[in-house]
């Protein structure tokens, strides 16, 4: 089972980037897909989630309005769209796959002018 994220770099304030997790290893079209992130010195929080099928997603409150994740399951990538990107979303930010228990290594985001 792995997890690769990319996408990630320095980004101004109110710029986007869209991180991609590609997942090999297990069906990933029968799982939900996670996005956490970590910032220096704080605990790793949920950023956003995405059903199996149907479509279903979940945002945390810090980024609703601003973030879609997203998954394609022809090509085994899950996608976070980050848009208005603000200096508080500098992160490490780690696709999870929580039915395998798989992470990934990590891709870092930051928001700085």
């Known amino acids: 089972v792995q997890l690769v994220e990319s996408g990630g770099g320095l980004v101004q304030p109110g710029g986007s980037l869209r991180l991609s997790c590609v997942a090999s290893?297990?069906?990933?079209?029968?799982?939900?897909m996670r996005w956490y992130r970590q910032a220096p010195g704080k605990v790793r929080e949920l950023v956003a989630g995405?059903?199996?099928?149907?479509?279903?997603?979940n945002y945390a409150d810090s980024v609703k309005g601003r973030f879609t994740i997203s998954r394609d399951n022809a090509k085994n990538t899950v996608y976070l769209q980050m848009n208005s990107l603000k200096p508080d979303d500098t992160a490490v930010y780690y696709c999870?796959?929580?039915?395998?228990?798989?992470w990934g290594q990590g891709t870092q985001v930051t928001v700085s002018s």
């Open positions: 290893g297990f069906t990933f079209s029968s799982y939900a």
């Open positions: 995405v059903a199996s099928v149907g479509g279903i997603t």
């Open positions: 999870h796959a929580p039915g395998v228990s798989a």
